[in-house]
């Protein structure tokens, strides 16, 4: 059974920087495709960034050179790294892991962290 952990969210102003971490326990985490979602209240469950075993990132649109993604795999943890936050960026985010190369819908990752807010104010 694997189990993944989220940390680092908060409550941060407009333009402020947060880092989430994420370590999943049980499996071989080299092997996994992690995924960094959001989720607004009320709101489906989209993709932010993802990184494949090999390091191959893909970002939203809305994310890109704010937002990077990286994995440490001696420490079995992947990163998110928040730059010039916005009031937009407001959400749970989520933390999921999959076999083999990343996917874009929640649906494709089997393996789910219980979610951490961040909340960017004005």
């Known amino acids: 059974q694997v189990q993944l952990v989220e940390s680092g969210g908060g409550v941060v102003q407009a333009g402020d920087s947060l880092r989430l971490s994420c370590t999943p326990s049980?499996?071989?985490?080299?092997?996994?495709?992690m995924g960094w979602f959001r989720q607004d209240p009320g709101k489906e469950r989209v993709v932010v960034t993802a990184i494949s075993s090999t390091g191959s990132a893909y970002y939203k649109d809305a994310v890109k050179g704010r937002f990077t993604i990286s994995r440490d795999n001696a420490k079995n943890t992947v990163y998110l790294q928040m730059n010039s936050l916005q009031p937009e960026d407001t959400a749970v985010y989520f933390c999921a892991a999959r076999i083999r190369g990343y996917m874009f819908k929640p649906g494709d990752y089997p393996y789910w962290g219980q979610g951490t807010q961040v909340t960017v104010s004005t």
């Open positions: 049980g499996g071989d985490f080299s092997k996994f495709a």
